[in-house]
């Protein structure tokens, strides 16, 4: 019998915090699996454990209980050091609230996540305004971010994710802080990127957003319901 290999695994995860003298359950129990170029939502809530499951899935948030395969591999069996190294060459992290460096242009912006690849600087800005042609802004290298619409902080957010080339790409609302006509553009972005290979897992409480991907995994009361 063949046995089914997933990209993502998640196995009996939980995540309490402590608040004061309370405990807080985010995460309750999860356990779901997620294949190698997928387009997911994760749909719930405000406060149903979706942004903690995301931060999880991401290596960026350790769980009280539970595991993260990726590749078979085990993200809190590794150490700091292995996760970072993990997160800069698997991951991309697309936020909500965009996290420009308001200081730097957009050029400047999207070359961040490559500063510990050890490339060389023709490399970087090959690699860089290779993408800011993919998201339509090779007019506006060279602006600051505050001098850029919505729509297209997300679009450099949504370049510098995708920089360094990884296969797995979390986006955290990133349609929640735009227009709807805006929201679907950067929608069939996103569609585009996983057409073209990327697995993409996005947390959002939009339905018509949510309809963008393939499969929807449902989080409430810090359940998942696949």
């Known amino acids: 019998m063949i046995q089914t290999c997933h990209l993502i695994e998640i196995k009996d995860l939980g995540k309490t915090y402590i608040t004061g003298n309370t405990l807080v359950t985010a995460i309750d129990h999860m356990d779901f699996s997620i294949d190698d170029q997928e387009f997911v939502s994760i749909m719930g809530q405000s406060g149903s454990g979706k942004s903690t ?3 999880s899935l991401g290596a960026l948030n ?3 209980r ?4 990726v590749d078979s591999l085990d ?3 590794l150490t700091n050091e292995q996760r970072a190294d993990f997160r800069s060459e698997y991951m991309g992290f697309i936020f909500q609230s965009f ?11 999207i070359k961040l996540p490559m500063a510990v ?6 490399a970087k800005n090959e690699m860089a305004r290779e993408v800011i042609e993919r998201v339509g802004l090779g007019a506006k290298s060279s602006r600051l971010p505050d001098q850029l619409s919505g729509g297209e902080q997300e679009r450099v957010a949504i370049a510098r994710a995708i920089v360094n080339k990884p296969p797995i790409i979390l986006a955290d609302e990133p349609t929640g802080n735009l227009d709807s006509a805006t929201a679907r553009e950067i929608m069939e ?11 993409i897992i996005m947390v959002t409480h939009n339905a018509r957003m949510a309809k963008y991907a393939s499969r929807t995994i449902r989080v409430r009361d810090g359940k998942s319901y696949a």
Do not use: A, C, M
């Open 53 to 55: 499951l995301l931060s």
């Open 62 to 64: 350790r769980p009280t």
């Open 66 to 69: 539970g595991q993260v395969l």
């Open 75 to 77: 993200l809190y069996g």
């Open 99 to 109: 996290q420009l460096i308001p200081y730097l242009t957009v050029l400047e912006n």
């Open 117 to 122: 690849t050890g490339r060389t600087k023709k």
């Open 189 to 199: 972005l996103l569609k585009s990127l996983n057409d073209d290979g990327h697995t």
